[in-house]
């Protein structure tokens, strides 16, 4: 097992993987910006190094100072988390020149699954079933009309290193084609620095199933189930179950099998996400795969007891996994709520500013994974998310109403939240009856919760 690891990334997943490692009897090395000087991720470290200004592109991103601060502390692996550097295939190749384990998968399998085009290919050369769409990039306009004509409409357009919903264009018509497809390839030029992009059949009121896969170095692969994500705003997600309401017991190991299929096919290791569409008619098609642990990692661990962090770690340190698929169960059901500093009744604006009261809720099968203390000041300069609430109950009703009890105890006083915009949709029938899609905030609950 590893001496010391440096974590590049901060907040509640800084503070997250350092307890692993606790556990473990690792030591842990923090990065920290200015802004950050103050943050529980540094309090909680063993040592802690600040890497620049505020700015996440002068330091979270600034690969140059992050690997100085693990030279200088003398760590021998780096856990890059979520977001920033996580899914980035050239710091994962820096890592292994300068002899840091990077705990994730390797840098080659980073590249071709960060781009979705090629991610695409690959799962369809794996058998994994895939939307139709274009044979990888579109070159121009007239092959993003034939395409479209021949899947049929909707289509939806693409950034090939997309994410975050940018780069993203739904078109009905032809002319609504040509206008998205511009439109989306200056977006995703601006965002990722690459205007390349791909066509799909777009897949009307979907659900967001993603499965959780483990992969160790020595061949095996075991599938920890799936997650529900379909309640998004803005392709960002804001609520998630597991397991899914929605999948027979039937649907949930085809999709798991499929997952474990997909992995293995591109030798995949360490912890990864596989996410797919499901239609009304119970279909479900390849999406995309994230090579990171995943923010809703939580709910997988509440229903599988299986420590996904740890087993990162392990995996990375070069052990087995040693546990079959049969070994894996699910019990119960989990939920995650995510907690901004955000204002839902203001567009959700952000609201960075100073946290005066801070208590969190306890109890059998309640969670809270945050950064957040009172008296800490919420930085401006980064994501709004400042925590996760996570429940567990021995069924979906129990897990909601453990978690609407355990909203109403949370306190976090000085700043606004989305505490009050997750108790309304937590209590919104269709929610509670499992009816819900990718659209259903927009469309559906947004409009109600904005004439309260």
């Not at 058998?127 to 769409?133: A, E, F, I, L, T």
């Not at 009121?205 to 896969?213: G, K």
């Not at 999709?255 to 499901?278: K, R, S």
């Not at 108790?423 to 609950?445: N, Q, R």
Request: aromatic share 8%.
């Amino acid at each position: 097992m590893f001496e010391k690891i440096l974590i590049a990334n901060r907040g509640e997943i800084a503070v997250r993987i350092i307890r692993a490692c606790r556990e473990l009897g690792i030591q842990t090395v923090a990065i920290y910006s200015e802004a950050d000087r103050e943050s529980l991720h540094v309090e909680l470290a063993d040592e802690a190094y600040c890497v620049g200004p505020a700015a996440s592109a002068k330091s979270y991103l600034n690969i140059p100072n992050i690997m100085s601060a693990a030279v200088m502390a003398g760590a021998d692996a780096i856990h890059p988390g979520y977001g920033y550097l996580s899914e980035r295939a050239h710091f994962a190749e820096v890592c292994e020149g300068h002899g840091l384990k990077f705990i994730g998968p390797k840098a080659a399998v980073i590249e071709r699954m960060g781009d979705k085009a090629e991610a695409k290919k690959a799962m369809q050369e794996a058998g994994v079933p895939v939307v139709p769409g274009s044979e990888g990039a579109i070159a121009d306009e007239a092959e993003a009309i034939a395409v479209a004509e021949q899947i049929g409409y909707p289509v939806i357009v693409k950034a090939a290193a997309g994410g975050g919903g940018r780069g993203m264009r739904v078109a009905y018509n032809r002319d609504e084609l040509v206008r998205g497809l511009s439109v989306a390839k200056a977006e995703a030029g601006a965002s990722f620095g690459s205007d390349v992009v791909y066509i799909e059949k777009f897949v009307e009121e979907p659900r967001h199933i993603e499965v959780q896969i483990l992969a160790d170095e020595h061949g095996s692969c075991v599938h920890l189930f799936e997650r529900e994500c379909s309640l998004q705003r803005r392709h960002q997600k804001v609520l998630e179950e597991a397991p899914s309401f929605a999948l027979s017991e039937d649907l949930r190991m085809r999709m798991g099998q499929v997952a474990v299929q997909g992995a293995t096919a591109i030798g995949y290791t360490n912890a990864g996400t596989i996410e797919f569409l499901l239609d009304k008619s119970g279909a479900f098609y390849f999406m995309e795969m994230n090579t990171r642990v995943q923010v809703e990692h939580p709910v997988t661990e509440a229903v599988t007891g299986i420590d996904i962090v740890k087993e990162q770690l392990r995996i990375a340190a070069g052990e087995p996994l040693g546990y079959a698929q049969d070994d894996v169960k699910l019990t119960g059901h989990a939920i995650e709520c995510r907690l901004n500093a955000e204002s839902p009744e203001h567009g959700f604006r952000p609201s960075p500013g100073t946290i005066s009261a801070y208590h969190t809720p306890g109890g059998y099968g309640v969670r809270v994974d945050s950064a957040a203390f009172s008296g800490w000041t919420v930085p401006p300069y980064y994501d709004s998310m400042f925590g996760k609430l996570i429940v567990w109950g021995r069924d979906r009703n129990e897990a909601i109403a453990k978690m609407r009890a355990a909203l109403d105890e949370l306190v976090v006083g000085g700043i606004a939240t989305n505490v009050e915009f997750q108790k309304s949709l937590l209590a919104d029938p269709m929610f509670v009856a499992g009816e819900y899609s990718t659209h259903f905030i927009e469309k559906h609950f947004l409009p109600l919760f904005n004439r309260k």
